[in-house]
T-cell receptor
Framework: LAKTTQPISMDSYEGQEVNITCSHN???????ITWYQQFPSQGPRFIIQ???TKVTNEVASLFIPADRKSSTLSLPRVSLSDTAVYYC??????????????FGAGTRLAVHP | DAGVTQSPTHLIKTRGQHVTLRCSPI?????VSWYQQVLGQGPQFIFQ???????GRGNFPDRFSARQFPNYSSELNVNALLLGDSALYLC???????????FGPGTRLTVT
């Protein structure tokens, strides 16, 4: 499973766009990129998943360049409630085996008034 | 629809005791995974079950065991508790065990 590297912490202000970049140089051909959000004392929450190019849902966008060695989670117009730890994970989809989620330390995002 | 549920919410045990944690997946999900999260760290994978069979095991001692029942609920058992087992234990369910997993609120285990 590919290892990921992301910033330990980031600070932002309400209303700003936040971009968190994750490096995964050893990503395999069948690996997907998945982001989770976690608030204190809660389980992680699935945010978005992608394979290549751009994926957008109601809460975030995920940008993946052609070489797939990095990805950027974009949170538009953050609010105080977006203060959380964000995890980037890479791995294959179910293919008859199993997929354990390998969490790193994550990025602690602090949104200020 | 109900999300993933876990019980109990909190638990205090003494070293050497054993503990059983329970998880009910989202209806229709056939895979359950267990994770341990120590304060300040990301969750660490313990087990994954799919269709009642163990599909994967993380780097945890044999004191940790789990099983999945016909209704897809699951139990995590930990024997001979150590102080270092104090953590938040998370259960996640998914349809087939893929990367889009849905986590429960966790069980906070404190070993004294």
């Amino acid at each position: 499973l590919a290892k990921t590297t992301q910033p330990i912490s980031m600070d932002s202000y309400e209303g700003q766009e936040v971009n968190i970049t994750c490096s995964h140089n050893n990503i395999a051909t069948n690996d997907y990129i998945t982001w989770y959000q976690q608030f204190p004392s809660q389980g992680p929450r699935f945010i978005i998943q992608g394979y290549k190019t751009k994926v957008t849902n109601e809460v975030a966008s995920l940008f993946i360049p052609a070489d797939r060695k990095s990805s950027t989670l974009s949170l538009p117009r953050v609010s105080l409630s977006d203060t959380a730890v964000y995890y980037c994970l890479v791995g294959g989809s179910f293919s008859g085996g199993y997929n354990k989620l390998i969490f790193g330390a994550g990025t602690r995002l602090a949104v200020h008034p | 629809d109900a999300g993933v549920t876990q019980s109990p919410t909190h638990l205090i045990k003494t070293r050497g005791q054993h503990v059983t944690l329970r998880c009910s997946p989202i209806s229709g999900h056939k895979s359950v995974s267990w994770y341990q999260q120590v304060l300040g760290q990301g969750p660490q994978f313990i087990f994954q079950y799919y269709e009642k069979e163990e599909r994967g095991r993380g780097n945890f001692p044999d004191r940790f065991s789990a099983r999945q029942f016909p209704n897809y609920s699951s139990e995590l058992n930990v024997n001979a508790l150590l102080l270092g087992d104090s953590a938040l234990y998370l259960c996640a369910s998914s349809f087939r065990g893929d990367h889009e997993q849905y986590f429960g609120p966790g069980t906070r285990l404190t070993v004294t």
